[in-house]
């Protein structure tokens, strides 16, 4: 039997409770996945120690700002390094992450004023994927990874 390609997934769309809110985003074309592709459950912003709940984060400036003014650049940094490590570990040749978020987002990102307003940008942890030579893909991409790897 032919070993399926390992795949980072934000856990977030795996149905994991783990999102800012205490909540989840499950995705079940995210999870259909699995049929093709072993996927690794990551969340930069709990491996980084975050409580769930937890006050929401955009980035400003280059910097992570918690909605009360709180930097917490260093944290998604090391959450980050974590789910670099894992891609690194388990061979990952791409991940499918939560669009929009601080740590996760893709090519769209909240602009840092908490008003629900995009900017052109990436997740602290999406950018250090990508930097790495990780592919990206947020869930509304993921028809493009049907029989890629």
Same mark, same amino acid.
């Given at each position: 039997?032919?070993?399926?390609?390992?795949?980072?997934?934000?856990?977030?769309?795996?149905?994991?409770?783990?999102?800012?809110?205490?909540?989840?985003?499950?995705?079940?074309?995210?999870?259909?996945?699995?049929?093709?592709?072993?996927?690794?459950?990551?969340? %930069?912003?709990?491996?980084?120690?975050? %409580?769930?709940?937890?006050? %929401?984060?955009?980035?400003?400036?280059?910097?992570?700002?918690?909605?009360?003014?709180?930097?917490?650049?260093?944290?998604?940094?090391?959450?980050?390094?974590?789910?670099?490590?894992?891609?690194?570990?388990?061979?990952?040749?791409?991940?499918?992450?939560?669009?929009?978020?601080?740590?996760?987002?893709?090519?769209?990102?909240?602009?840092?004023?908490?008003?629900?307003?995009?900017?052109?940008?990436?997740?602290?942890?999406?950018?250090?994927?990508?930097?790495?030579?990780?592919?990206?893909?947020?869930?509304?991409?993921?028809?493009?990874?049907?029989?890629?790897?």
């Amino acid at each position: 039997m032919k070993m399926k390609t390992k795949i980072l997934v934000s856990a977030c769309l795996l149905g994991e409770n783990c999102k800012y809110s205490g909540g989840n985003n499950k995705n079940d074309e995210v999870i259909a996945l699995s049929e093709e592709y072993d996927l690794v459950p990551i969340c %930069p912003e709990c491996f980084a120690g975050l %409580p769930i709940p937890r006050v %929401p984060s955009e980035i400003k400036d280059g910097r992570v700002y918690s909605k009360n003014g709180e930097d917490l650049t260093d944290k998604f940094l090391d959450g980050a390094q974590q789910a670099l490590y894992i891609a690194k570990e388990c061979n990952a040749p791409c991940a499918v992450l939560k669009e929009n978020s601080p740590s996760c987002g893709f090519g769209k990102i909240y602009d840092g004023s908490f008003s629900g307003k995009k900017i052109d940008g990436n997740g602290i942890a999406a950018q250090l994927l990508f930097d790495n030579e990780i592919q990206i893909f947020g869930e509304s991409q993921i028809r493009c990874l049907k029989n890629l790897y």
